[in-house]
Every structure is written in structure tokens, then in C-alpha cells.
């Protein structure tokens, strides 16, 4: 007979692969960024927001948040270092006010990060409130990370009209 645990561990690898394949899919982009030395019109936007959704991610996985949830542990602290690598690169082929931008952006989500996490283990004293105040948080931020890029489409009909 299969356990719950085991259905869901399953499942659990299953999402984690298929989030991998997600946090990849950008690497044809960055390579042409970095063979090319300069990110044209790309956008930082949609990887800034993929971080800010994997670090809250992480921060919901924390045993002093929702307890035993080292899949969600591992592939939010893989998601992080996949796009801080690619944060990076658009970091090191940007100039002027872009980069500052991105820099500005980067400090503002850490600095939100910081201020959640504070608020939340100091004020939510329970694991089920906890759990369910950056949960609802984070289904906020990872749908502004899937229209994240639809930002694009704002600029294509702005130079359009």
C-alpha cells in the first residue's frame, strides 16, 4: 500500500523537476547575453520577480514557518542561485540607469524579504498562521512573477501607437 507521505514526496519530485525545466528555460537568453556582451532590450523584470517568488518560497519551506518541506527548501534555494546567476549577468552587460535599476530593485526585495520574515516570526506565533500569512503572499507574488513578463507587451503596444 502506498503512503500519503509517499505520494506526496512523489509528487513533490515531480514539481521540483518540472520547476527546474521552468528556472532553465532562460539559458538560450543569457547565453546570447553573454556571447553578445550586452542585453539589448531584455528585460530584467521577469527574473527579478522569479527571485523575489523563490525567496519567499524558501522562507515559507523554514521549519519555523510550515514544518517538513525540504523539496520546497531545495528547489527554492536552487531558483535562488539560478537567477541571482542570471541577475548577474545582466548586472555585469548593463549600463547606467538599467543597472542601477536592477541594483535598486534587487535591495528593495531583500529588503522586503527581511522585513516579511521579522514580521511574521515575531508576530504570528503559531505555525498554521505563519504558514498561511506568507502562503497567501506568496500566491500574490508568484502570480505577479508569471505576468512579469507580459511587461513586455506593455512596451510593444507603447512604440506601436
Not at 527574473?47 to 528547489?75: C, D, E, F, K, S
Not at 548593463?94 to 522585513?115: D, P, Q, W
Request: hydrophobic share 55%; charged share 10%; net charge positive.
Amino acid at each position: 500500500m502506498v503512503s500519503a507521505d509517499m505520494i506526496r514526496t512523489v509528487l513533490g519530485v515531480i514539481g521540483n523537476v518540472t520547476s527546474m525545466a521552468l528556472v532553465l528555460s532562460p539559458v538560450p537568453t543569457f547565453y546570447g547575453i553573454w556571447k553578445n556582451k550586452t542585453v539589448e532590450q531584455y528585460s530584467s523584470l521577469p527574473y527579478l520577480a522569479a527571485l523575489l517568488n523563490y525567496m519567499m518560497w524558501l522562507l515559507y519551506g523554514l521549519p519555523a514557518v510550515q514544518p517538513h518541506n525540504m523539496l520546497i527548501i531545495t528547489m527554492s534555494v536552487i531558483g535562488i542561485a539560478i537567477e541571482l546567476h542570471y541577475i548577474a549577468l545582466f548586472l555585469a552587460y548593463s549600463v547606467g540607469a538599467a543597472r542601477r535599476r536592477v541594483i535598486f530593485i534587487l535591495l528593495a526585495e531583500v529588503a522586503f524579504v527581511a522585513t516579511v520574515t521579522a514580521l511574521v516570526l515575531n508576530l504570528a506565533h503559531t505555525h498554521t498562521l505563519r504558514s498561511m500569512v506568507i502562503g497567501i503572499l506568496c500566491v500574490f507574488i508568484e502570480t505577479g512573477m508569471y505576468a512579469a513578463p507580459l511587461s513586455i507587451m506593455v512596451r510593444i503596444d507603447w512604440y506601436h501607437s
